[in-house]
Nanobody
Framework: QVQLVESGGGLVQAGDSLRLSCAASGLTFSSYAMGWFRQAPGKEREFVAAISRSGTNTVYADSVKGRFTISRDNAKNTMYLQMNSLKPEDTAVYYC?????????????????WGQGTQVTVSS
């Protein structure tokens, strides 16, 4: 049974940093491209960042480029999202997702497994 468990969310002030983690089990982690998505109240789930199986290729949404960094540790079956210079508009539930492919994509419909999400709230 595949499980993706996010952690690291919380309440912070604008300008602060957070690091999210996504621990994977029940799959061969190094065979999966991974992604982070987020969903704010009343909005669609949107792409944040994605990373290839080896970690060499990354893609970011324009809204987070230069502030967020996605990474992974295949030995620990864990993916990370380092979020710096947080803004109130970053407030959302953040989800990690896994895609059984070498290809990095931004479309949520192409991902096979999802975590339950972790809340990030940024106050102004």
């Amino acid at each position: 049974q595949v499980q993706l468990v996010e952690s690291g969310g919380g309440l912070v002030q604008a300008g602060d940093s957070l690091r999210l983690s996504c621990a994977a089990s029940g799959l061969t982690f190094s065979s999966y491209a991974m992604g982070w998505f987020r969903q704010a109240p009343g909005k669609e789930r949107e792409f944040v960042a994605a990373i290839s199986r080896s970690g060499t290729n990354t893609v970011y949404a324009d809204s987070v480029k230069g502030r967020f960094t996605i990474s992974r540790d295949n030995a620990k079956n864990t993916m990370y999202l380092q979020m710096n210079s947080l803004k109130p508009e970053d407030t959302a539930v953040y989800y990690c997702a896994a895609r059984n492919s070498w290809q990095v994509t931004t479309s949520k419909v192409t991902y096979d497994y999802w975590g339950q999400g972790t809340q990030v709230t940024v106050s102004s």
